[in-house]
Protein backbone atom coordinates (compact mmCIF):
# COMPACT_ATOMS: atom_id res chain seq x y z
CA UNK A 1 0.00 0.00 0.00
CA UNK A 2 2.63 2.17 0.83
CA UNK A 3 4.17 1.61 -2.43
CA UNK A 4 0.85 2.64 -4.51
CA UNK A 5 0.71 5.84 -2.24
CA UNK A 6 4.52 6.75 -3.47
CA UNK A 7 3.87 6.24 -7.09
CA UNK A 8 0.80 7.91 -6.72
CA UNK A 9 2.77 11.17 -5.15
CA UNK A 10 4.98 11.05 -7.93
CA UNK A 11 2.17 10.92 -10.86
CA UNK A 12 0.30 13.62 -8.92
CA UNK A 13 3.97 15.62 -8.82
CA UNK A 14 4.85 14.77 -12.71
CA UNK A 15 0.72 15.31 -14.01
CA UNK A 16 -1.48 17.01 -11.46
CA UNK A 17 -4.30 17.86 -13.52
CA UNK A 18 -4.17 14.66 -15.39
CA UNK A 19 -3.81 12.49 -12.13
CA UNK A 20 -6.65 14.53 -10.12
CA UNK A 21 -9.19 14.32 -13.08
CA UNK A 22 -8.36 10.15 -13.64
CA UNK A 23 -9.07 10.07 -10.04
CA UNK A 24 -12.26 11.67 -9.97
CA UNK A 25 -13.44 9.69 -13.32
CA UNK A 26 -12.24 6.58 -11.53
CA UNK A 27 -13.79 6.86 -7.86
CA UNK A 28 -17.07 8.31 -9.62
CA UNK A 29 -17.25 4.99 -11.19
CA UNK A 30 -16.46 3.13 -8.14
CA UNK A 31 -19.26 4.99 -6.29
CA UNK A 32 -21.25 3.88 -8.95
CA UNK A 33 -20.61 -0.17 -8.79
CA UNK A 34 -21.74 0.27 -5.00
CA UNK A 35 -24.62 1.83 -5.06
CA UNK A 36 -25.66 -0.64 -8.06
CA UNK A 37 -24.00 -3.64 -6.16
CA UNK A 38 -24.45 -2.97 -2.46
CA UNK A 39 -26.89 -0.41 -2.25
CA UNK A 40 -29.59 -1.59 -5.12
CA UNK A 41 -28.59 -5.11 -4.87
CA UNK A 42 -28.46 -5.73 -8.54
CA UNK A 43 -25.71 -8.77 -8.39
CA UNK A 44 -23.61 -8.78 -11.53
CA UNK A 45 -25.50 -10.33 -13.85
CA UNK A 46 -27.93 -6.88 -13.85
CA UNK A 47 -25.02 -4.41 -13.32
CA UNK A 48 -25.60 -1.50 -15.79
CA UNK A 49 -22.16 -1.13 -17.42
CA UNK A 50 -23.74 1.44 -19.47
CA UNK A 51 -24.82 3.50 -16.75
CA UNK A 52 -21.13 3.09 -14.98
CA UNK A 53 -19.68 4.75 -18.05
CA UNK A 54 -21.78 7.28 -18.33
CA UNK A 55 -21.56 8.45 -14.55
CA UNK A 56 -17.54 7.91 -15.34
CA UNK A 57 -17.83 10.02 -18.08
CA UNK A 58 -19.13 12.52 -16.12
CA UNK A 59 -16.40 12.07 -13.29
CA UNK A 60 -13.33 12.57 -16.10
CA UNK A 61 -15.49 15.15 -18.07
CA UNK A 62 -17.06 17.37 -15.41
CA UNK A 63 -16.20 16.37 -11.78
CA UNK A 64 -12.63 16.42 -11.60
CA UNK A 65 -12.08 18.86 -14.01
CA UNK A 66 -14.71 21.54 -12.28
CA UNK A 67 -13.90 20.87 -8.82
CA UNK A 68 -9.66 21.00 -9.41
CA UNK A 69 -9.95 24.25 -11.22
CA UNK A 70 -12.32 25.54 -8.41
CA UNK A 71 -9.74 24.12 -5.78
CA UNK A 72 -7.55 26.41 -7.43
CA UNK A 73 -9.37 29.30 -7.83
CA UNK A 74 -10.47 29.13 -4.13
CA UNK A 75 -6.72 29.15 -3.34
CA UNK A 76 -6.59 32.33 -4.51
CA UNK A 77 -9.17 33.97 -3.32
CA UNK A 78 -8.21 33.14 -0.17
CA UNK A 79 -5.09 32.72 0.48
CA UNK A 80 -3.54 31.12 4.06
CA UNK A 81 -3.49 28.10 5.95
CA UNK A 82 -5.09 29.52 9.43
CA UNK A 83 -8.74 28.21 10.86
CA UNK A 84 -9.88 31.79 9.67
CA UNK A 85 -8.80 30.89 5.68
CA UNK A 86 -10.11 27.22 6.25
CA UNK A 87 -13.31 28.34 7.42
CA UNK A 88 -13.91 30.82 4.76
CA UNK A 89 -13.15 28.28 1.73
CA UNK A 90 -15.42 26.03 3.59
CA UNK A 91 -18.04 28.55 3.65
CA UNK A 92 -17.65 30.00 0.03
CA UNK A 93 -17.12 26.31 -1.40
CA UNK A 94 -20.44 25.42 0.47
CA UNK A 95 -22.42 27.93 -0.27
CA UNK A 96 -21.35 29.42 -3.47
CA UNK A 97 -20.01 26.77 -5.31
CA UNK A 98 -21.18 23.43 -4.06
CA UNK A 99 -25.33 24.06 -4.17
CA UNK A 100 -24.31 25.14 -7.76
CA UNK A 101 -21.92 22.15 -8.69
CA UNK A 102 -24.31 19.66 -7.33
CA UNK A 103 -27.53 21.10 -9.54
CA UNK A 104 -25.29 20.69 -12.59
CA UNK A 105 -24.50 17.16 -11.61
CA UNK A 106 -27.75 16.03 -11.26
CA UNK A 107 -29.12 17.95 -13.78
CA UNK A 108 -26.16 16.77 -15.97
CA UNK A 109 -27.21 13.04 -14.93
CA UNK A 110 -30.48 12.92 -15.18
CA UNK A 111 -30.08 14.84 -18.78
CA UNK A 112 -28.33 11.36 -19.71
CA UNK A 113 -31.10 9.61 -17.95
CA UNK A 114 -33.82 11.24 -19.90
CA UNK A 115 -35.26 13.09 -16.48
CA UNK A 116 -37.58 16.06 -16.98
CA UNK A 117 -36.40 19.37 -15.32
CA UNK A 118 -39.13 18.43 -12.86
CA UNK A 119 -37.52 15.26 -11.81
CA UNK A 120 -34.50 16.72 -11.34
CA UNK A 121 -35.15 19.61 -8.85
CA UNK A 122 -37.09 17.04 -6.95
CA UNK A 123 -33.94 14.94 -6.70
CA UNK A 124 -31.80 17.89 -5.91
CA UNK A 125 -34.03 18.90 -2.88
CA UNK A 126 -33.75 15.26 -1.71
CA UNK A 127 -29.73 15.19 -1.87
CA UNK A 128 -29.44 18.99 -0.48
CA UNK A 129 -29.86 18.43 2.91
CA UNK A 130 -27.31 15.42 3.19
CA UNK A 131 -24.99 16.86 1.42
CA UNK A 132 -24.85 19.81 3.69
CA UNK A 133 -24.39 17.52 6.94
CA UNK A 134 -21.72 15.46 5.44
CA UNK A 135 -19.34 18.26 3.07
CA UNK A 136 -18.89 21.18 5.43
CA UNK A 137 -16.70 19.62 8.12
CA UNK A 138 -15.01 17.37 5.51
CA UNK A 139 -14.08 20.75 3.80
CA UNK A 140 -12.71 22.29 6.68
CA UNK A 141 -10.21 19.99 7.63
CA UNK A 142 -9.69 19.36 3.85
CA UNK A 143 -8.87 23.53 3.27
CA UNK A 144 -6.98 23.68 6.59
CA UNK A 145 -4.62 20.46 6.61
CA UNK A 146 -4.49 19.19 2.97
CA UNK A 147 -2.36 20.78 0.42
CA UNK A 148 -3.99 22.42 -2.89
CA UNK A 149 -2.74 19.43 -4.95
CA UNK A 150 -4.04 16.84 -2.96
CA UNK A 151 -7.50 18.24 -1.82
CA UNK A 152 -9.67 16.94 -4.79
CA UNK A 153 -8.11 13.27 -4.31
CA UNK A 154 -9.32 13.71 -0.25
CA UNK A 155 -12.65 14.86 -1.43
CA UNK A 156 -12.92 12.16 -3.49
CA UNK A 157 -11.84 9.75 -0.83
CA UNK A 158 -15.04 10.17 1.06
CA UNK A 159 -17.19 10.89 -2.18
CA UNK A 160 -16.52 7.40 -2.41
CA UNK A 161 -19.41 6.93 -0.15
CA UNK A 162 -21.16 9.99 -1.28
CA UNK A 163 -21.12 8.85 -4.82
CA UNK A 164 -22.77 5.58 -4.09
CA UNK A 165 -25.25 7.56 -2.72
CA UNK A 166 -25.54 10.18 -5.09
CA UNK A 167 -25.51 8.01 -8.16
CA UNK A 168 -27.99 5.76 -6.37
CA UNK A 169 -30.65 9.37 -6.24
CA UNK A 170 -29.39 10.51 -9.54
CA UNK A 171 -30.37 6.95 -11.14
CA UNK A 172 -33.60 6.24 -9.11
CA UNK A 173 -36.55 6.28 -11.45
Known sequence: MAGLWRSYQVLMTKYPWTVQIVTAGSLVGVGDVISQQLIERRGLANHSVRRTAKMMSIGFFFVGPVIGSWYKVLDRLVVGGTKSAAMKKMLLDQLGFAPCFLGAFLCLSGALNGLTVEENVNKLKRVSSLHFN?????????FYFIPLHHRLAVVQVVAVGWNSYLTWKANKM
Open 134 to 142: LWPPVQIAN
